[in-house]
């Protein structure tokens, strides 16, 4: 088997080419594609701690760790401390926060749409089952 023909490598040239677009369309708010990933996570489930977030989106602890630092800086978030345990911290996202998520959405929107150019439901459907399973095979 040629190195060009595994799945595996096809599926990480894939990822950079979908994160390499995102990142451009997100470059003029400052914001990279894994940061953006917390704060939608934060607006389904506001107040997760960076563990939980970790854990949500399968990242490293030290990387979310800096991620939350730096959306912290920027204003996206606010970090909250526990009155009755000063070791447990929760994330949640700001008003900034959302109102960038909202200016973002539609640029996020048209990297999809340009992703699932020419395909009909019925594959775009297909497609997601069969991500799903190998998803689920590499678990």
Do not use: W
Not at 27 to 51: C, F, V, W
Not at 108 to 128: D, F, I, P, S
């Amino acid at each position: 088997m040629k190195i060009d023909d595994t799945m595996a490598l096809f599926i990480r040239r894939l990822d950079v080419k979908i994160t390499n677009l995102m990142r451009t369309k997100m470059e003029p708010y400052q914001i990279a594609p894994e940061q953006h990933l917390i704060l939608r996570l934060l607006i389904e489930r506001d107040g997760l701690t960076q563990n939980e977030i970790a854990q949500q989106l399968e990242k490293d602890k030290t990387n979310v760790a800096r991620m939350v630092s730096s959306l912290e800086k920027k204003g996206f978030i606010i970090r909250v401390t526990s009155t009755s345990d000063r070791h447990y911290v929760s994330v949640h996202i700001s008003k900034k926060g959302r109102i960038l998520c909202e200016m973002v959405r539609p640029h996020l929107a048209e990297v999809n749409k340009q992703l699932q150019q020419g395909m009909t439901e019925e594959e775009k459907e297909t497609l997601r089952r069969i991500l799903h399973k190998i998803y689920k095979n590499a678990t």
